[in-house]
């Protein structure tokens, strides 16, 4: 009881003030209110495929992803690398490999478990031409919200390429407070997708103009929004607040998130039932970058098994990508430029994007060719920059260069 009080304590300033914004219940309530048995036969095909699957399939599913970048400050029109950054989080997060998962406790370490996907940019659109996988649109919205979607309606902003292929994720200015929003299996296909404030993308290194997400700022909204779209709820169920069930029992029963704070606890007592501990370091709580590291294993399975059910036309859909050879042997010369780079590409049947960016990730320069050499005048100060060839939506070939 009284560590009850104490977690009261501890938790109410940062209710005030944290204001962490996933609407994700928010906006999926009327889509549930309108046909509440759909939702029902979603969950029952899920509970049944975690019935007949005990056993983990050891294949790597892809999950072919689009970014719509809908912006109308140019600070909210993300640069690309920013968004292979993102993708680079997605994939270490799906799959255990974030290095942060050093605050786990052996104990903790039990009740984790990995997805085994990967998020890859698309690479040809859904008319089957090439594409770096990132759409952009200039907006006229200056805020977007979850009401009524405009994110998603080609006046505001983008269509949603079809939803059976791809996993559609709008990047925007949403108002403040909101973080993101995702649809829930079962909603309509037309705007079934992820819609992520423009702050909380990337790795955290991008220089952010606007602090108030400082401490999301690293790409793990869209991780906790994805692991929405494969229908996990918040630990306090898919309600606004108040001890609803998640499905997943490690997590235990909560009323309410538990937001970021400088101790990032292991578990906490439960509010709603005081002899529990709840296990609070996953992705679909609020406690921060520093404290959102794992999926529990009963969240794995669960997602899974969303996937293996709702989404299964996207796993069986996917075109394998071709394999990138020879791309091994491009030659960036020098390493230590003055004004010119010179590339030497061993073959050049398509589009190869050239994209040089600062250690920050702000993009610097940025061009196309077709041809197997290319001649860039650089234009910039001092310093270290990154080169990126990108080829049919991949990083092929990233190297780092010093200008002087
Ligand atoms: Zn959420």
């Known amino acids: 009881m009284i560590k009850n009080i104490i977690l009261s ?64 400050d140019n600070n909210h029109n993300l640069p690309d690398s920013v968004i292979h950054q993102q993708v680079e989080v997605l994939n270490k997060s799906f799959n255990l490999k974030n290095e942060d998962t050093v605050i786990l406790t052996d104990t903790l ?56 292929r791809y996993l559609n994720i709008w990047v925007c200015n949403l108002v403040d407070g909101f973080h993101g929003y995702s649809q829930f299996p079962g909603g309509p296909i037309e705007t079934d997708g992820v819609v992520v404030d423009w702050q909380t993308v990337g790795n955290g290194y991008y220089p952010w103009t606007y602090p108030n997400s400082e401490n999301l700022a690293c790409g793990k909204v869209l991780v906790h929004e994805i692991g929405h779209w494969l229908n996990l709820y918040h630990p306090w169920g898919n309600t606004t607040f108040g001890c609803g069930d998640d499905y997943i029992p490690e997590t235990g029963l909560q009323d309410e998130p538990v937001y970021h704070t400088n101790d990032c606890y292991d578990t906490l007592f439960s509010l709603c039932n005081p002899s529990e501990r709840v296990f609070v370091k996953h992705y679909m709580d609020y406690s921060g970058c520093d404290c959102m590291v794992t999926f529990t294993k009963n969240q794995v399975a669960r997602g899974i098994s969303s996937l293996m059910t709702q989404r299964l036309p996207m796993i069986e859909n996917y075109e394998r990508r071709p394999t990138l050879n020879g791309f091994e042997g491009t030659l960036i010369l020098p390493t230590l430029v003055k004004d010119k780079l010179y590339f030497t590409f061993p073959h050049s049947d398509g589009v190869i994007t050239i994209i040089i960016y600062d250690l920050m990730g702000r993009e610097i320069l940025k061009t196309y060719t077709s041809q197997q050499f290319k001649e860039i005048s650089l234009n910039t100060s001092q310093g270290y920059y990154i080169v990126c060839v990108v080829y049919n939506g991949e990083v092929v070939r990233k190297q780092k260069i010093i200008v002087y």
Not at 26 to 36: H, M, Q, R, V
Not at 126 to 139: A, C, F, H, S, V
């Open 109 to 164: 370490k039990n009740w984790v478990d990995n997805f085994n996907i990967k998020f890859e940019l698309a690479y040809k659109d859904p008319n089957g031409i090439l594409t770096d996988g990132i759409t952009r649109k200039k907006t006229i919205n200056p805020h977007f919200s979850y009401y009524n979607d405009p994110v998603k309606d080609s006046h505001y902003g983008t269509n949603a390429w079809p939803t059976d």
């Open 9 to 72: 304590i501890i938790l109410l300033p940062f209710n005030l003030i944290s204001q962490y914004g996933c609407v994700t219940d928010e906006y999926n309530k009327p889509l549930y209110d309108s046909n509440p048995i759909r939702y029902e036969q979603v969950e029952k095909d899920l509970q049944n495929h975690l019935r007949i699957s005990k056993q983990k399939d050891n294949n790597q599913i892809v999950i072919p992803v689009v970014f719509h970048i809908v912006w109308m």
